[in-house]
């Protein structure tokens, strides 16, 4: 069992349109991470929640740490193609290794 | 300053081959993980060095082992391959070892067994 589950798997939507995803665990986390990987790239870190209901902005995405910090959400306004790739979420277990989500694959059509 | 970076880029090998990957971490990083990652879906934690140390390792047989060198790169051996050992390889390395510190990722070897 995945301690970081990930919904949707696969989400392709229009160009201009909004979407959100999920980070969900049965676990409290000190932190969590949050990553994008492009094709023939390694993950980049976004951004790190520390805090229960935490939000932050990066541009046209607002990142939400739950109030019980099990769980997280990613919301995108307006998608644009370059917003297409592999978005993962991540927390440490245990202080010791970041352990990462199965990802939810972003599909933005022009 | 440069980045992660991973050799070989691609590796093709058969059953029951070995197979070496290379890391090199960002200059004063001194902790380095190595990742699985098949299909192009969420990575499988499998080492982490520090100081020359494994610290952990995932839920991976024996033969998947590595080293930390005194430079801080490291190396991932793979024993014995088998056609689900197909995966894209990732190493990252972190300033903070252990801690809530962000890990910086090459861009992967990937291992194809044939």
């Known amino acids: 069992t995945q301690l970081l589950e990930q919904s949707p798997q696969f989400l392709s939507i229009q160009e201009g349109e909004n979407l959100t995803v999920y980070c969900n665990s049965s676990s409290v986390f000190s932190s969590l991470q949050w990553y994008r990987q492009e094709p023939g790239e390694g993950p980049v870190l976004l951004v790190t929640v520390v805090t229960g209901g935490e939000v932050k902005k990066l541009k046209r995405l607002t990142f939400q740490f739950g109030d019980a910090r099990k769980d997280s959400s990613l919301h995108i306004t307006a998608a644009q193609p370059g917003d297409t790739g592999l978005y993962l979420c991540?927390?440490?277990?245990?202080?010791?290794?970041?352990?990462f989500g199965q990802g939810t694959r972003l599909t933005i059509n022009p | 300053e440069a980045g992660v970076t991973q050799s070989p880029t691609h590796l093709i090998k058969t059953r029951g081959q070995q197979a070496t990957l290379r890391c090199s971490p960002i200059?004063?990083?001194?902790?380095v993980y190595w990742y699985q990652q098949a299909l192009g879906l969420g990575l499988q934690f499998l080492l982490w060095?520090?100081?020359?140390?494994?610290?952990n390792r995932g839920n991976f047989p024996p033969r998947f082992s590595g080293r930390q060198f005194p430079n801080y790169s490291s190396e991932l051996n793979v024993n014995a391959l088998e056609l689900e050992d197909s995966a894209l390889y990732l190493c990252?390395?972190?300033?903070?070892?252990?801690?809530?510190?962000?890990?910086?990722f090459g861009e992967g070897s990937r291992l194809t067994v044939l």
């Open positions: 990252a390395s972190s300033l903070l070892a252990g801690a809530t510190g962000e890990l910086f």
């Open positions: 060095y520090d100081e020359g140390e494994e610290r």
């Open positions: 200059s004063g990083h001194t902790s």
């Open positions: 991540a927390a440490y277990q245990g202080a010791q290794k970041l352990v």
